[in-house]
């Protein structure tokens, strides 16, 4: 295995940077979600089309890395259709596996498409429809947490690293 | 793991490819190429301090080359040591000064705020020796205000730092002054200066600036990778950071690369030979890609000066509301080779400090194109960029969510969950 | 000034050339330089840290090279450090290790006696920096005892830097009972071996040799000058010595040398193609060369083993009576490439510190002659080199005032004056 | 000016090491003297034949570099014909300068050649004249006393940086 930490992408990422799925602003749909922040450089937004317990329509706007790109891309691919239980079910080594690996330093992408999702569903049933299933824990889940800390973290280590006096 | 031919194939060769990315990695021309040749297995392919014919041949390289480089920096006496990156020349001035210095009382490391990572990192890590390390703040379009610089120094400085021209914004120092202002307040600090993105832009009387040190880096002029250069004044003390067998120098052990230099002199050759004329073309090519870019793409800010204090081949430019990684693999997909000071090429969690240095903001540092000319690039070169900037822009805007919040109004309570 | 190109005119270039002085600059074979060329500039000449197509290609020769390289040692995890030579790696893994450990209790560097410069020196100089630094002797033939190098580690010992093969009088270590010994003592001691010599010689088996850290280097091999390699256990921890702007390595700052990677790459798979056929025919010719000497020139020591336990390519011999640097220019004048441990090739006022760890006195010292001959030299070769050097010998044996005196009765008083 | 240090020779050096004039012992020599150890790796032999204050012939021996063999060889052609006391006056400077110049490192190499002239010439006036003329000092002269130092200071360099241990 190599140890090197370059931007070598896996084929499908590129192949989604080129031909995204599902992309753009959905107008009807049922709940809307946003990770990252433009600071950072990465914001992943997510919209759903919740018809019962199934996602039926997925869609994605993404600022970031041709990696973001395409973890939005193909975690809208893969939840459509799926339960709400089904997709709060996928972690973000899923979605990097499904693009074909990431390298180390991509893997925040993936976390933060997967955060974006999992917000999306809270949200629904918090602020929407406001009753929350069994299933739903409480506490954040780790993407959530991650996403979460990696917005807060960039904002710290930009004030620890910053060269500006 | 990863299969990048594959990743190679899904990328495709384009029709039509225009390299601007030489700031990161020269282009080498094919003369230089054919001035290294020899070197492999015909001549000169022995150790330039043995005593046989292969050998002397080599060492007719290293000291052919040196003799060119000074003329072409006109300097009369001092030491050119011979390393194999701009990155350790630039260590070995400030480590190397730091360690023969190491039991005085001169504790002060002063340096911009921009310079390249190879002078910063250094000299901060001495912060862990018990040096001081001291950044200059450049202002908004990169420059050192000499003052400023001028109290940030004292006769407790050791050393100060200052890049003639800097690598991504391409501001082009007052050095003279800059050099005479530390002079001034005393003439024992040593002064550095960083000259890899000056050489073969600018022209550079090393007597005249009085500096003490100077770096310049091979790959930088369309030599080839592996040669790295530090002047050192004649009577200046610095220390060696390694350690081995030595060749023909005393400042970095090991053998002299002497393809590489033989191809270095061809570029410094190639460089000098119609030094004007290769400038004047530069910021022909540099100001029609910067008019350009301006003109037809909306939401665009130019970094670091315009005109004549703006490095001949230096474009760089933010383009808002998008990333710098994406712009730099939508423009490869069109053949345009470029790269970005945006957080996500720089492998450490924050975008270019010289993009942040000079007062934007993250998000326009994210977004912030370097395009680096050269001699070797055409009218319509720059034409076809021209023609394909605008539709990568758009592309990424419209998968941006930030774009379009930029323009319609938006439930921010909605989407920011 | 010295004018070179007069000194080599008066040289002149002889009718038939041998050229055995590929332990100080390998000479590189036209079918590696070709695999550099596309290098430079139709592919690959970009940045590998960067996502465009040129940074891409160059990505994956980095890529590639190492997994050829890894595979020839059976590295199956672990990182690769490209540097820019074997002296960079060397001082990498030596200082690197200090660094990282600084604050440690482990204070205590052990190499063997005759390791070459680029080790010996870094660890030397850790005194300065409150190590102790212990050099472990070696027996006439240059092997390291096992029992004394384990009397010589303790559990306060930082790293054992012992080298596979010895550079000049090609010793092969056992070095798997050396690291079982160390590694017996107390298992956390760091185990760093130099295989720059080995390489290529050599089947090496990092996992089975359980060595911590190893160094190769391109030129070598018969690769470019501008790599060298410092291989780095999955799971240890070394600090950079240099500081800069990484590209896909944390351990050696700068972008790498693509077409020299490349070229190394090709190089490692030439050696490897009939590593047999290769080893065997430098045996061969080995062994020839050195009978031919020892039967044909009185007063002349082979230094360094006979037979499996001498490296294939190394035949080192002191004339006695004549001075190494003489012999070097007098076998270059007849087209034969060598190189001398004397003092006056070694730019200190002493001669090798490997022929002298072994025993030999000064003056057989100044009289070795080193041949590193390579699978591009002939039986023809050989052949030539042995009807050359009873004459050039000779030829200065004549000039000699110690030759005649060994052989006549001479009035040392009148003489020593 | 360069400030490298190699082994580059000017052109004359390597013609005197491929020809070297007046080489070789000479039986009827009437002084003969030596500077240098096989230690060091230099040893050069001068002999000079005198006749009244006249140096009317000189050889020499070396062992050591081609710096050392030329230095040695020039030197007895430059003292041919010459009185002793003119013979006395040259310097290393000179042999240096008639060499078309010595790398640095090769500084001794000169230095050796004329303090072993200027050791025969003492020689010559104390143990086989048995007087000695005006110009001729009491105290070594440069090169002979840097000979002598180097012959010893080597011996304590080997010593101070001998790896053995
Ligand atoms: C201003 C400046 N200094 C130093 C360097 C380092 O040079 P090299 O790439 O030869 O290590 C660079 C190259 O990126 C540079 O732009
Ligand atoms: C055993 C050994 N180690 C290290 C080195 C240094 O390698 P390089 O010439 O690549 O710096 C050499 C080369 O002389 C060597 O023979």
Redesign the pocket.
Known sequence: MSTRTPLAYSPKILELFKNPKNLGRMNDASVVSQAGSPACGDVITIYLKIDGDKIIDSSFESYGCAANIAAASILTEMIKGKTLKEAWDLTWEDVANELGGLPPIKYHCSILAVGGLKRAIRKYFEEIKREKPEWLPKDLSKEERQALEEEELIERMYKKYGVVT | MVKISELLEQHGKPSREVYLDN??SGWVPPEVVEAMLPYFNQKGYGHPSITNLPGWEAYEVVESTLELVKKTLNIRSGELVLTH???EA?NLAILGTALAANKGKRRKIVVSAIE?M?VLFPARTLEERGFKFVTVPVDKEGFVNPEILSMLVDNETLLVSI?MVN?EIGTIQDLKTLVKVVKDVDSEIIFHT?A??AYGRLKIDVEDLGVDML?L?S??IHGPKGV?VLYVREGLKISPILYGALSTQKMWPGVENVPAIAGFGKAVELAFRDFEGNVEKMKNLRDMLIDGILETVPDTLLNGPRGEKRAPDNVNVSFLHVEGESITIELSLRGIYVSSGSACTSRVLEPSHVILAIGRKHEEAHGSILFKISRYNSREDIEYVLSQIPLAIERLREISPLAKQSKRSIDEKEVYA
């Open positions: 700031e990161n990156s701009g990155t630039n390249h190879s890049q690598h960083d890899v993105d770096t880096s790959h930088k790295g």
